[in-house]
């Protein structure tokens, strides 16, 4: 248990390297059956609604991140953190399952990878509209499923990527879409805000399928543009091409739209 972190980690066997002068933990490696339980360092809401609603808030569980996996490592010099071997993290906004994942937590960046065969899996937990996050819980929004072959992470960029066979599944219009890359930007509280996808976009949903070279996906106007060799087929009877559709992302809402300069073929 450290304390000035708040963080805890349990595991078969723990090599610990401190600081000859500080005592300061310099290198940890945990090898079998690692447990770990993080406390993030909160940000300082901006607006005073927001302080207001946070004070009641413990925050020993708030935002506090839980992992398992077979070995992990720590390196103060180098500001890495690495997991392999089974590895789950979860929190209250999202859950990774991968076999290795390399942090630097210093320039907020890292990669996820799975085993050949296998791909690495986020599930990220989407607010209600109308609801505030911090008081629900996962099972109260709405999930959105993402897989790929490796995972970019750039937390100082608010930025995931997705790369090779992408597949997405969004609980909320019970979306199914796939692609070769796709690109995930959260706001200031984490909630996912845009999406673009590129490479052979395909998207079915109950009453809708569609195409592109390219999707942008707004998730606060609830639109998606898509672009170059862009197919809608709605219900089965109405088919739309155009090389610019814009449309709204639940297919019984909105209307679908061309350009002036690009217009609609429908038949």
């Known amino acids: ?6 963080s805890t980690i349990k ?15 310099e290198k940890a490696v945990a090898d ?3 447990e770990i339980q993080y406390q993030p360092v909160l940000k300082k809401p901006k607006h005073r ?6 004070i009641d808030k413990k925050p020993d569980t708030l935002k506090a991140v839980n992992a398992t996996c077979k070995w992990a490592a720590f390196d103060r010099l180098s500001g890495l953190i690495e997991m392999r071997g089974s590895v789950l993290v979860k929190s209250v906004d999202y859950l990774i399952e991968a076999d290795h994942i390399k942090y630097d937590y210093k320039a907020e960046n890292g990669r996820m ?11 990220f937990f989407r607010q209600a509209t109308g609801k505030e996050s911090g008081s629900l819980s996962s099972f109260d929004r709405h999930k959105t499923r993402a897989s790929a ?9 608010r930025k995931i990527t997705f790369q090779g066979r992408v597949d997405i ?8 879409l796939n692609a070769h890359r796709a690109e995930l930007f959260f706001d200031d509280n984490e909630d996912l805000e845009r999406m673009i996808a590129n490479g052979k976009f395909n998207m079915s949903q109950p009453k809708r399928v569609s195409k592109a070279d390219r999707a942008v996906f707004e998730y606060r106007s609830e639109e998606v543009t898509l672009i170059g060799n862009a197919f809608v087929k709605e219900e089965d009877q ?26 609609v073929k429908m038949k």
Not at 1 to 6: A, L
Not at 149 to 157: Q, W
């Open 49 to 54: 609604d927001q302080q207001h609603n946070q």
């Open 149 to 157: 072959d490796l995972v970019l992470i750039n937390r100082a960029g």
């Open 32 to 34: 079998g059956n690692v």
């Open 113 to 123: 990878t799975a085993l050949p065969g296998q791909q690495v899996t986020m599930t």
């Open 11 to 25: 595991t078969d066997k723990l090599f610990v390297q401190l600081d000859a002068t500080s005592d300061q933990v």
């Open 238 to 263: 109405i088919e739309i091409s155009s090389s610019f559709i814009k449309m709204h992302i639940e297919a019984e809402k909105g209307i679908i739209s061309g350009t002036d300069r690009l217009p």
């Open 1 to 6: 248990i450290q304390q000035s972190s708040q």
């Open 169 to 176: 599944f969004d609980s909320k219009d019970q979306s199914q």
